[in-house]
């Protein structure tokens, strides 16, 4: 997988690069607080990328899976504008059952601007939540 586009993992760490264009800010020039939100979400799914977990082929399989957000802690703690390069760095905290913990941090240069904590859960097609298939759980365990 190419590292320029899925960001890399270092020392059980996901670091992910993120251009702050145009349409991610407010009409002050300032990133939009749910933005954030999104660029944690790229940064996720190229770490789970990155481990070849991916996404369509959860969904596009006989069985499929879905991952959700349980339950989510954020804080914001700086700003950022356009053209800012921002780093999102992404750690796996825990895997057990239904539930995935990981915890990201946005950074503008060394400067922490965005942090969140946040669960995560497996969902079968009938929306009912399931434990992680022991594929996906060694693949993740071995980070944490």
């Known amino acids: 997988m190419d590292s320029d586009l899925s960001g890399i993992i270092k020392q059980n760490t996901h670091f992910f690069k993120v251009r702050v264009f145009y349409e991610d800010t407010d009409f002050t020039g300032i990133v939009y607080h749910a933005n954030y939100l999104k660029f944690a979400e790229r940064g996720r799914t190229n770490f789970l990328r990155l481990l070849d977990i991916n996404h369509s082929e959860l969904i596009d399989c006989e069985d499929p899976k879905f991952f959700v957000v349980y339950k989510m802690k954020s804080k914001f703690l700086g ?44 969902l079968n097609k ?9 594929n996906i759980k060694s693949k993740i365990k071995n980070l944490i």
Request: aromatic share 10%; hydrophobic share 40%; proline share 4%.
């Open 79 to 122: 700003t950022s504008s356009i053209d800012d390069i921002l780093e999102v760095r992404s750690v796996f905290k825990g895997i057990e059952g239904v539930r995935l913990k990981i915890d990201q941090d946005i950074f503008k240069n060394d400067k922490k601007v965005f942090s969140t904590k946040i669960e995560f859960a497996l």
């Open 126 to 134: 009938n929306s009912r939540p399931i434990k992680f298939p022991d």
